[in-house]
């Protein structure tokens, strides 16, 4: 008996090693050695980065989906025992039955076949067949030829409260309707029919017209349920939630004729109207199983479908952007001024060395009401050539503009100091300073100076200063706090994990929060890493990490290649190298004669070297090219070069926005429907999907994404809804350089960043924002495209979101 189960385990495996490859467009070995190395322990980055001839070459994006999906399937798998054992328990489960539970290929079709079995409460088509009308059901289904009222008068039963024909044929129906609405194959086809042809409706709860004015667009909607985007439905979930929308979901009837569903319903069982003498008795029952038993299911099913599509859909678009963030072009290594805007609190200022140590701070009141303008000036430039500032960091909050306008006279009146100036995402600034790890790296530091540092921080290196902040308090997602919040939470820590593993971490200077990202590594070790760096001094090579705490050989193998150690005693230890191949390539420097101080960045000699020469049983040519390009640029950044936007003088406020004007600004957000980008006015403006380029593009993320520097248009202003309206689609007078929309970091991305694959499945399922259908039968109203100069309450509770997180 063991045997036979550990075949069928085996059996199961095989076949989620198959369906991930299937949906990978990847081979089955790829897929079983990849999972062989998670369930060792071996983390997504290192298995991508140093297992490549394990897993054929599998990438990041590649082993992240691989991950999820096996986990997914696995609970699937366990859900399938529990209602094997389930059945097995009710001595129910026939040969045919169990070979249905072992194929159902999803949770929701497993759960279609376990239904008819699942413990309920006492239903009334149970009461009836204890009373015995269970032969009535099924002689009225076989034969419409009988007449109801004589047949069932065979089956009274006074006793059971079955005392007249009447409540005889209504459990004989009840019996029927069970029957027909956990009948598993019209479930599922039901259900698919629902998804492929029922129109989602909306209107608005009465009495709720004032209160739910955001929701307007939605007061009378309709639009097919299978091509509403992520960012409606979430938005039409929302406005549910809070009272504020009905939905209804349902397929179009035509005049005079019968529900389609219904008729699905009949067809399975064979029932017409032929005039027969049951016949209207079943066609009755029929009407009566879609309307009380299946109608209101299978609605249940579609509206959790489409929940966690766009959710998932959300999550997708959180990640992009945050990775994007992550992944932004640092500042480099300079002493920075860092200023956290405010008007009646005043301007806090911090001062960080090239480290981001802090080395000053201060608070000053330039604006209203004390305006100590050329006071503050002078606060600034002695604390400028007192610290070797180089960069001035503005976080983009309130006062932002009046900052930059103060930063910017600082540079004309002191041009000696040499001074630059730009505008940051101050997005979770404040999180972090009142977070336990702010209060641990500045235990006497007032709240509001520790935003400073760290607005100062992230324009030297966004990485290391953003991973101290959850994820979901950056605010670059949509309607986030709707979502499947462990699932949201997963994807974001694996998008840090990636990004912080793909640049690689200075173990001398990175913190606590930063190290614990690593590959094998958690806060106890990052923790630890830190107190011994603080007790014995800088590490001078890799092999010192063995001596921390609680770093074993497993941690230190997943660990070691992303941990750089610069100006130590070995070269490699400062490249992404791993320790396990030092060998190697010490072997490659002595075939070559040379020493290996002077092969580490030798990029013209190096690039002469062919890895299929160095190919050994343990490093395939994958691994050795690798190596290589290390060798050529050792510890080199994957991120783009750094550029800022130049925010146009004297347009601060939206008052000061004109149609027509071009202007230059950032990225903040990508959503589906297009990109918000700050042009420096404190409200972010909308370029629909439709504005970013003359081409047809599926994914606003093909033209731009977070952090770029993009040039726009203004299309229109609201200044009351504080609306704007922008468009990447520039003057065709203008040179084709000004009129190509893509973003000088996009083109810069291009030509750094190694193009990641998705699964097939999910490019697949890519799509963009689109008009919902007009020729929808009984459509109430078709629900606009979120365009800068629509209507849309979408637009503003998506606009005024964005503005509330980065305040």
Known sequence: MMQGIDHNNEFRMQSILSRIATELAVQEQQVASAVALLDEGSTVPFIARYRKEKTGGLDDTQLRYLETRLGSLRELEKRRDTVLNSIREQGKLSAELEQQVLQAQTRTELEDIYLPYKPKRRTKAMIAREAGIQPLAEALLSNPQLDPEAEAAKYLNPEMEFADT??????????????????PELSGVLREYLWEQGSFESSVVEGKEVEGQKFADYFAYSEALHKIPSHRALALFRGRNEGILDLKLDVAVTEGMSHPCEDKIAQTFNISDQGRAADRWLLDTVRWTWKVKLHSRLSTDLNQRLREQAEAEAIRVFAANLKDLLLAAPAGARNTLGLDPGLRTGVKVAVVDTTGKLLDFATIYPHVPKKQWDQSIAILADLCAKHSVELISIGNGTASRETDQLAGDLISRHPELKLSKIVVSEAGASVYSASELAAREFPGLDVSIRGAVSIARRLQDPL???????????????????????????????????CVNAVGVDVNTASAALLARVSGLNSGIADNIVDFRNDNGAFRNRNQLKKVSRLGAKTFEQAAGFLRIRDGDYPLDASAV????????????????????????????????????????????PTIRDILAELEKPGRDPRPEFVTATFREGVNELKDLQAGMILEGVVTNVANFGAFVDIGVHQDGLVHISQLTDKFIKDPREVVRTGDVVKVRVEEVDVQRKRIGLTMRLEPTQSKAAQNPMSKAAANREERRPQTSRPQQERSNDRHERKPDNRQPNAKKSMKEPAPAANSAMGDALAAALAKMRK
């Open 166 to 183: 009447k409540a005889v044929l209504d459990g004989a129906r009840q019996i029927l309707m069970e029957d027909f609405a956990e009948n």
């Open 464 to 498: 290391a200063e953003l991973v101290k902040i959850d994820p979901k308090s950056i605010g670059v997602g949509q309607y986030q706090h709707d979502l499947n919040q462990p699932e949201l939470a997963r994807s974001l820590d694996a998008v840090v994990e990636d």
């Open 578 to 621: 791993h320790p396990e191949a030092y060998t190697l390539v010490e072997q490659i420097a002595a075939v070559n004669r040379q020493p290996l101080q002077e092969l580490v960045g030798n990029s013209e000699f190096v690039s002469t070297l062919k890895p299929a020469d160095y190919v050994t049983e343990q490093f395939g040519v």
